[in-house]
């Protein structure tokens, strides 16, 4: 699934309009670490994998910066512990 997913840097936060519906990921970033702290998708678009493909993204942006991650959501600790490949990440 390719999502047009936006970095709005002013909000602290990633989103992708889907369907009309506002998905977002809300973050707190201080000294080049990433705390994710909200992954939210509307029921109404729920069950398509939106939520995977954001926090992929998210991870791949934290990489390229070089940024740490402390997944405070749930969703985020989850997503890191079933993929690996971003246990480098980790704060």
């Known amino acids: 699934m390719t999502l047009p997913i936006t970095h709005n840097t002013q909000a602290h936060c990633f989103e992708a309009v889907v369907d009309g519906h506002?998905?977002?990921?809300?973050?707190?970033?201080?000294?080049?670490?990433?705390?994710?702290?909200?992954?939210?998708v509307p029921d109404a678009v729920g069950g398509r994998g939106i939520a995977a493909v954001m926090t992929q993204h998210v991870l791949q942006a934290a990489r390229t910066a070089g940024w740490k991650v402390i997944p405070a959501c749930t969703y985020t600790a989850a997503y890191m512990r079933k993929h690996t490949e971003f246990s480098d990440l980790l704060e």
């Not at 506002?22 to 939210?40: A, E, K, P």
């Open 22 to 40: 506002r998905c977002v990921i809300d973050y707190v970033l201080h000294n080049q670490v990433i705390t994710v702290t909200h992954t939210g």
